[in-house]
């Protein structure tokens, strides 16, 4: 049997808690044997309480400790703990194997997916992206993640920059254009869910197109009439200057301008 | 029983003839008569040989006329009709009431929706925006829609060149930001696929959060060792502009600038 200890109580944290417990090899292959969190409280709702401590000195033997706290937490997390070799990993898309310090054996076990507080996921379909220094390291990484996941990838820290980087255009810059797309309804009295179906839709596109043969619109087919109309239309100058990037970047598909 | 003609064959013309021919009151209540396609080969499959005509003078008497035609093709169709006092009304979101002539009743009947050649779409969730000249024409317009979908709004032209232009950001430019995220990918040696269900979720999460409350990244938190991070990492020019740009966007809370 694999031990985890799972160390944070954040977003990342409180779904993996989640998924150790609910996963079905969950107490028989993999265990969550603990979670560590400053305030008990905050996890206490997702595992049993003799399994959560505050104290490091507490931290239980395992054979996997996945540091699950913000980017800039992870260094100090990995320092704090007492103990040496044993094989310690971190969550995050965008900090390197080494931010993790040399006493323990490091590695990565990195969901992509956004998290939302009290939105539940379907963890099953997480790609979950992992590195570590050696083939050991890595089998039982794969089991642990395995038990939660059915997509499981071998990234190096090179390629994680590049899916986080990736990730952020196709996420939290996306999300953005939601929010501009809700200002002009919300200017012109339009309800935003108007446009609901159709960002489904578009996301839901790409499943079996490649996103170029899926783009349309009017920058697009050269539609200069319906561009400059748009242009005309947009009062917010922000708005304009992203609708003028984004259109010349798809007129000129993708290339290096 | 309302009688309808539907004048053209490309993407939206084919899914209104499918959802006409499917609909829950198909033939009833609402009975789509007559197709006009210059081939008559391009519709063929969805509809009996003897509806399709591809001469004006063919075109039977209905109670609606839709012309499902490209933006700049509608005033030509509109111009072309053989008959007067009839109700035409175009599909556009792009193109005023008055592209219609003045020789018939004018109206909009849009379908607020990427539609995709070959890929089927669940009609009934897609919002149609209706606009007329007269009450009674609405109320037509309006029995029409409602055979074939459940989300029927009134939008008049002005709210609707605001739903066209708010479509860009979340369908054309959001589908660039996937391609984007390919690209990087593809210059990294990473599978595209790995971000799909990151895409997906952030789609889904709109459904429940409003899209200011769904945001996160760098750029929200402003975590600049990060966002320099992603600058430094950034090779092609333009999706270092796009990502400087959105960035601001994010940190500027959508403000003008």
């Excluded at 992206?129 to 939660?148: H, R, Y």
């Excluded at 170029?212 to 050269?222: E, F, H, I, L, V």
């Excluded at 239309?233 to 984004?246: D, G, K, Q, V």
């Amino acid at each position: 049997m694999v031990k985890v200890v799972i160390i944070g109580s954040g977003n990342v944290a409180q779904h993996l808690i989640a998924a150790f417990q609910n996963g079905p090899n969950s107490g028989t292959e993999i265990k969550l044997v603990q979670v560590y969190s400053r305030q008990i409280a905050t996890v206490s709702h997702l595992v049993e309480l003799d399994k959560i401590t505050n104290e490091w000195e507490s931290l239980m033997e395992a054979d996997l400790y996945i540091i699950a706290v913000s980017d800039d937490a992870i260094s100090l997390v990995a320092a704090a703990l007492p103990f040496k070799n044993r094989l310690v990993v971190h969550t995050s898309g965008s900090v390197p194997l080494n931010a993790l310090n040399d006493e323990n054996r490091k590695g990565v076990f990195y969901p992509l997916q956004t998290f939302t507080k009290n939105k539940p996921v379907d963890f099953t379909t997480i790609p979950i992206c992992l590195e570590s220094e050696n083939a050991t390291d890595f089998q039982l990484l794969s089991k642990v993640a395995k038990s939660i996941s059915d997509s499981i990838f071998a990234i190096n820290s090179q390629q994680r920059k590049a899916l986080h980087v990736a990730a952020v255009f196709v996420n939290n810059f996306t999300n953005h254009l939601y929010q501009i797309g809700e200002e002009i309804c919300q200017e012109h009295q339009v309800p935003f869910g108007i446009l609901k179906p159709l960002i489904t839709e578009t996301a839901n596109k790409i499943m079996v197109l490649s996103p170029q043969d899926a783009q349309t619109g009017p920058a697009k087919r050269n539609d200069t009439v319906t561009i400059e109309a748009h242009q005309a239309f947009l009062s917010n100058e922000n708005h304009l200057n992203i609708y003028n990037i984004l259109t010349q970047s798809i007129q000129h598909n993708g290339k290096k301008l």
